[in-house]
């Protein structure tokens, strides 16, 4: 089993890492897009990088969606409200 990496320095934009399979992923994506909540997607799957970051905030899981917030924080699996109100916080 690969190192977990730390967690990287928080991003510009709103990040959702998932995978094409997620049911969840589909759906928040959905959501946030009806929403009109901005954000940038990565594959964890074409970006095998990227699982590091998920796994590092997840205590070493693969949990998607996660989703990485500018102010640095993370919500795995969350619900549109949960996003919303994290990015009002």
């Known amino acids: 089993m690969p190192a977990l990496s730390a967690v ?4 510009a934009t709103v990040i959702m890492y998932s995978t094409p399979w997620c049911g969840y992923c589909r759906r ?5 897009e009806r929403e009109g909540i901005a954000f940038d997607e990565i594959d964890i799957e ?8 998920v796994m590092a905030v997840n205590h070493g ?4 969606p996660t989703m990485l917030f500018p102010d640095g924080t993370a919500l ?8 919303r109100e994290q990015l009002d916080a």
């Open 61 to 64: 899981n693969q949990t998607v």
């Open 46 to 53: 074409v970006h095998p990088e990227a699982a590091d970051v």
């Open 8 to 11: 990287p320095a928080p991003p």
């Open 76 to 83: 795995t699996n969350p619900s549109v409200a949960q996003v």
């Open 28 to 32: 928040l994506k959905s959501q946030l």
